[in-house]
């Protein structure tokens, strides 16, 4: 595996449901995020890690609650969505926080019921 | 402040045209400007960055033209060809310390055969 890879690539979810997103980074980067993509909207910052402590929580309800459990992994734990939630979930990583090297994974198509 | 305007929403152009993306940005502390180009179900991609100490950059068929007293910079892609065809965006951000991508909303280009 090269790159950023996530999984799963498409999530479908009723409101009541539990679900988690999962993100691995194979660049040896130090740093994590996770962005939401809504159509017609600018990409949305979300959470921010680095060297596994959160940096950043860009006012995000708690339904969503992330996890770094170490530089290469991270999560995104999803409970009792609601449908304005559903979006594509991207997760990217970079060298020490530095925008020039970030680099995204192919995100997680989420719909939510 | 943090915000970055892009235009036009959507663009078709024929092959061999010359589509040109607009960004505008209103901090002057942004350092960094780059555009990535995002294909159908992968993650957005970096496909070119400028910094303000030049007003033009070019890799390959992708320029940056870049006006600091406008604070404006564009994307032209030179030679479109159909596998060109995807959506982009460009961002800013304050390279020098921590700082985080702010993105425009998008710029959907479709070159027709």
Redesign the interface.
Known sequence: ETG?TQTPRHLVMGMTNKKSLKCEQHLGHNAM?WYKQSA????E?MF?YNFKEQ??NNSVPSRFSPECPNSSHLFLHLHTLQPEDSALY?C?SSQS????T??????TRLTVL | QQQVKQSPQSLIVQKGGIPIINCAYENTAFDYFPWYQQFPGKGPALLIAIRPDVSEKKEGRFTISFNKSAKQFSLHIMDSQPGDSATYFCAASINSGYSTLTFGKGTMLLVSP
């Not at chain 1, 926080?97 to 020039?100: E, G, K, M, W």
């Not at chain 1, 970030?102 to 995100?107: A, D, H, I, S, V």
């Open positions: 950023v995020y017609k909207k600018p990409l910052l921010v940096t950043e991207l990217a926080l530095r925008p020039d970030q680099y995204f994974g192919p995100g």
